[in-house]
């Protein structure tokens, strides 16, 4: 057992194993960056006597919120392509602009922008996809989160690369520079079953498989997505993706906004992972995935923001939020959802789909200490009755305080330990005043 370093003693700890808990005046001991113990505070001075004791008297603790799917270097493109639906949203704005800028300068500002602010708001871990993914690595190794990185892969020509081989190729590379890294995981990422083909989904089901790697892949996230795929092949995407051998444990299908019966009944039986991403699904006018019947049917599902382009936010206390009020406010068979079972989705689940959940998204002794600590003592906070509703439902995320991974403490008294938070903003401006003089008003 590791030697205990640290104590954090607080108000309330929603462990979320096992599920429902809330432990009143605990107190978590690390050691060696990994959860030790759970005790009462009471205990907690005598038992660890040399350890440095950090106090939050009106505080919850948590695992840190896994944000199962973003493109965090789009937060560069915050704003720049409002109030259309995906596919004008996609064609006639972001894929342009993205053309015209992105390299590896570009996603290394983006990313960095969008990392501070999701750790800021309680994110410890992230499922990234966007290409030059050896830089998103990079800076995430840099900033100290947790990150699985999607290894992009498409049949068009990128600024990244010109071919699937090229793809493939450098994800590979990536993938076996970053085996056994603390911290960084890679995904096979192909974007879409609309902008990658047979061979290729088959090519990297063979690789997933043979070295047991998470896919992420956009899947029934619009109307058109499945209506055209049913005009061009009689076959919808889910089911295309079951003949190709990707629907395994192993698959994160993002957004699924577009289920059927039968389409649910493959999921669960499959046993793939579905990543919920509410606020854009919203926002591109894609609707809503039946939350609550895939989880009866034991599907897990995550939470995602998206990127900031179509959220245009990164911060999951907002997300989980939404994700409530959306799943219970449409008529389904299924139970409503509870907040602790929102927050579960929040963190559990996402390190499940992620690959991370023997390491992350719950507060068992052993795993990484991945945590998240928010003060409810504000009047929009107060009383609190139940601190799972009252994060879930009350709490922003100028209330995080504390933030913490693999027992680093990265976000003290709300603010960055490790980031020049005014650099990444003069780089923000640079990047607006390129971009913005090709943005209409």
Known sequence: MNTVDTV???RWIIPIE???????????????GRIVELLPTDRAATRYPNAQHIERPAHVLLPGFVNAHTHAAMSLLRGTAENLPLNDWLRQRIWPLEQRWMNAHYTRDGTSLALAAMLLSGTTSLGDMHLFPETVAQVADAFGIRACIGLVVLDAPTAWATSADEYLSKGSRLHDEYRGHPLIT?????HAPYTVGDDTLTRIQRMADEIELPVMIHLHESEEEVSRALTESAERPLARLERLGLLTPL???IHMTQ????DVATVARTGINVVHCPQSNLK?????APVRTLLAQGVNVALGTDGAASNNDLDMIDETRTAGLLANGFKETAPTLGAHELLRMATLHGARALGQGHIAGSLLPGKSADLCCIDLHHVDTQPVHDPAAQVVYAAARHQVSDVWVAGKHLVAGGKLTQVDVAELLERASRWQQKIGSEVAP
């Not at 096992?18 to 060696?32: R, T």
């Not at 591109?284 to 809503?288: F, I, P, S, V």
């Open 186 to 190: 890679t995904a096979f990422a192909p």
């Open 251 to 253: 698959l994160c299908a």
């Open 259 to 262: 289920l059927d019966d039968t």
């Open 284 to 288: 591109l006018q894609n609707g809503r």
């Open 8 to 10: 954090i003693s607080v």
């Open 18 to 32: 096992p599920a429902g808990a809330v432990l009143e005046n605990h107190s978590l001991a690390l050691g060696g």
